[in-house]
Structure formats: C-alpha cells, structure tokens
C-alpha cells in the first residue's frame, strides 16, 4: 500500500490484496463529539456500488414497459458518506472497500474525483455490487432497492491492516459489513484495532431490511464498543421496538454513548444518556432523488466533528448536506468545478 490509495487485486485463493495506485455543551461534548481537524483524517471502511437510478412517475406497470429516466452512477453507503465528508471540508479522507474487476478502475476515478483516496481491494471471483434504485418521480421521491451486494461484502479481517488507522482520528464503518460473515468479521477487527489506539468509531445501520434479517439484539452486540450510532428513524425504532422516533434515539443512546437519529424531513436527534439532548430541524429542499441522503448527512457530520464541532452544530452541517442531497439524482455530491 502506498500513501496514495488505488487498487490492487485480491488472489483467487482469498490471499489480502489492498491497493495502491495512484463544543456544544447542551449536548454534553466529550472525545466522543470533539476532534480538531489537525488531529488526522478520517477512514471509512465500507461497500462501494454501481447504482442504476430508474426515476418513474406514478406506479410500476407490472408485465409491461413504465416509462423512466435511467442513469448509472458511482455509489454505496461507504463510499458515498466519505466522498460527501470530503466535499464538506475534511481534508484526508480515506476509503477501503472492495469491488470486482469489472468496475475497478472507474470506481477509482470517482472517488479521488471527489477528493477521496481509495484502498479499494479487487475480488477476481465475484462483481461489483450494483443497487437498482427505483425512485418515484413525485413529490417524495420515495425510492426502493432491489440490491446485489457482490464483491461489496467480501471485505474480510485479511484485507485489514492496522496501518490502515496511521494518522486517523476517525473510523467510520458501514452497517452493510454486518450483513456478511467476512465482512462482519472485519468489524470486529476494526473496532478492536481503532479502541486500541483511542480512535473513535462511527457506524450507520445502513438498511432497516437487511436489519430486520439480522435481529437487532444480534445487531446491537456486534456495534458494542461503537461511540457515535447514525440511524435512521425506522432503524432506531427497529432496534429499539419503539414506535416513538425520539424514544427510540434515546433508547439507544443507554447503549452507545452517542446516538444521532436522522428523521428525514424532520431533522434530527442527539441522544445521549437516555436523553434526547438537542433536536435539530431539517433544511427545505425540493427533492428528486432520495437516494444517498442519510449517506450525505454522515458524510457532512463526519467532516463537521472533525473540525472541532459538537453533535448539535454537526447534526446541522449533517442535514443541510442530506437536503443538497436530495436535489441531486444518485449519493454522491457534485464533483469539484
């Protein structure tokens, strides 16, 4: 591996191949919420995706043709949030993912695009992830998945090197990981690697179905150690078995020191202690494109508390990006220029 990033392939046999080519006091700031930026970077480690983003107006014409604007684009929850805490000013932003070699070199090239720098690991046996993003053209620009996670989830405790937190103030993981044994492995790992060296950990649920597959009691043990939890509503609810948004971030903030909920066009929560310590309002947008918005929240509160804010001012920086965000079709920002 070089200080560049890039891509290396993996050997058939499973070998590792990881790359190289080119103070918010009211909500109780602690190292949990405050980094400064001259600390170090940020790493994530997560799924990298091709999505296909079919925009229809109305419903799907089942057994015939539904007219639709179709696009393909760069993706993933992983990349997506570490390409938006590069666009909202962090300034070392690192990505270790895995993809097929069918997709390799183009995935690279949007992400030091967006001013990331890849650890992209390249599996010979399966393809690159790709997610069908089917997104209603109304109003709410609702949008439903149907997704393959391919070679996105075949990161293993192989493709981990603790080298890989040199210089890092924050470890980021993607809840996708824990939907796959190699991959939830290398949570494991990670987590354990980061608590060694007093890295703070972050960790977003990522899909309130494959939750609901997993348990959330078994969701719950595997994220123990986590510092900062970002779910969703429906996902804080899911692990909570609360049908109340802010019960549920408070809930959960008994078991992770610092929960922030994300509430859609409702804002978000900080929760901490049992407590639901701020409430922060969304930012009006006219959306398009909802897809990759809790991805652009993460991103921006990321970038945020590494510059030395708090939960609540993060949480703001966090939901303006979520509404730029969703006047855009596909996650991920505009590229420089």
Known sequence: MTAGGGVEPRGGTGSRGRGSA?????????????????????????????????????????????????????????ANVACWAAHRGAADV???????????AWHERELVAQGVRPQLVVDPLAPTGTVICMVDGGAS????????????????????????????????????????EPSRDLVGVALKA??????????????????????????????????????????????????????????????????????????????RSGKVRARVPAVPATARDTTGAGDAFTGAFLAALLAGAGPRDAAAEGCRAGARAVERVGGRPPGPG
């Open 141 to 180: 620009a609702e949008r439903t998945f149907l997704t393959d996670s391919g070679a996105a989830l075949r990161l293993g405790p192989a493709d981990w090197s603790d080298a890989l937190l040199d210089g890092v103030a924050r470890l980021h993981l993607s809840g996708y990981l824990l939907f796959s």
């Open 22 to 78: 080119t103070g918010d006091s009211a909500v109780g700031d602690s190292t949990v919420g405050t980094r400064s930026a001259a600390a170090g970077g940020l790493l994530v480690v997560g799924d990298v995706i091709t999505d296909v983003v079919a925009r229809h107006r109305g419903p799907l014409a089942a057994g015939t043709d539904t007219a639709a604007s179709i696009r393909t684009v760069a993706g993933g929850a992983g």
């Open 194 to 271: 980061a608590r060694a060296r007093g890295v703070p950990v972050s960790l977003d649920p990522a899909s309130a179905g494959f939750l609901a597959e997993l348990g959330a009691e078994r969701f719950l043990s595997l994220v123990e150690g986590v510092d900062v939890l970002l779910p969703s509503r429906d996902e804080a609810c899911l692990l909570t078995g609360l049908a109340d948004g802010a019960e549920a971030a408070a809930e959960l903030s008994r078991r992770v020191p610092l929960v922030v909920a994300k509430q859609g066009h409702q804002g978000a929560l900080v929760a």
């Open 94 to 104: 690192r990505l270790l993912g895995c993809v097929g070699a069918d997709a390799a």
